[in-house]
């Protein structure tokens, strides 16, 4: 059984091009959809809709969207690095953000990658395939 990966994205869009990314390029880990930030919350420690989940299959990766409904981004991100069971999970901020402020707060709040979605479909498609292979196939995660 793979590691699953959650994706917290709200674009419907988004989602169905990463989903199909990741499994046109062979990416077999199952993918945990969290269409808001309170939503990937409740995933990650297992409150809500969520309550009662097996805590210790944690993601091996966490793909995460800046602007959300609900929790921003980096609101999650801040929540992830603060808690000592989620805080070594590898986060890469995949968004369309071009503001600065986004991309040094995510850094500072300990995400390991940012990522700018770019806009054509195939570009989209390269750099969900360069996420997987980097970081499901080459990093060597640190255990749960």
Same mark, same amino acid.
């Given at each position: 059984?793979?590691? /699953?990966?959650?994706?917290?994205?709200?674009? /419907?869009?988004?989602?169905?091009?990463? &989903?199909?990314?990741?499994?046109?390029?062979?990416?077999?880990? =199952?993918?945990?959809?969290?269409?808001?930030?309170?939503?990937?919350?409740?995933?990650?420690?297992?409150?809500?809709?969520?309550?009662?989940?097996?805590?210790?299959?944690?993601?091996?990766? &966490?793909?995460?969207?800046?602007?959300? =409904?609900?929790?921003?981004?980096?609101?999650?991100?801040?929540? &992830?690095?603060?808690?000592? /069971?989620?805080?070594? &999970?590898?986060?890469?901020?995949?968004?369309?953000?071009?503001?600065?402020?986004?991309?040094?707060?995510?850094?500072?709040?300990?995400?390991?990658?940012?990522?700018?979605? /770019?806009?054509?479909?195939?570009?989209?498609?390269?750099?969900?395939?360069?996420?997987?292979?980097?970081?499901?196939?080459?990093?060597?995660?640190?255990?749960?």
């Amino acid at each position: 059984m793979h590691t /699953p990966i959650l994706l917290v994205e709200d674009n /419907p869009d988004d989602e169905a091009l990463t &989903i199909r990314a990741f499994g046109k390029n062979g990416i077999q880990n =199952p993918i945990i959809v969290a269409r808001d930030g309170q939503e990937a919350i409740d995933y990650l420690y297992g409150q809500g809709h969520h309550a009662g989940r097996d805590l210790s299959q944690r993601p091996i990766l &966490i793909l995460l969207d800046i602007k959300l =409904p609900k929790l921003s981004g980096i609101e999650v991100l801040r929540r &992830i690095r603060s808690c000592e /069971p989620t805080k070594l &999970i590898p986060v890469v901020v995949l968004t369309t953000s071009k503001e600065e402020d986004d991309l040094v707060k995510s850094y500072s709040l300990g995400a390991n990658s940012y990522i700018r979605k /770019p806009v054509d479909f195939m570009q989209f498609m390269e750099v969900v395939r360069q996420v997987g292979i980097y970081w499901l196939m080459l990093n060597e995660p640190v255990q749960n």
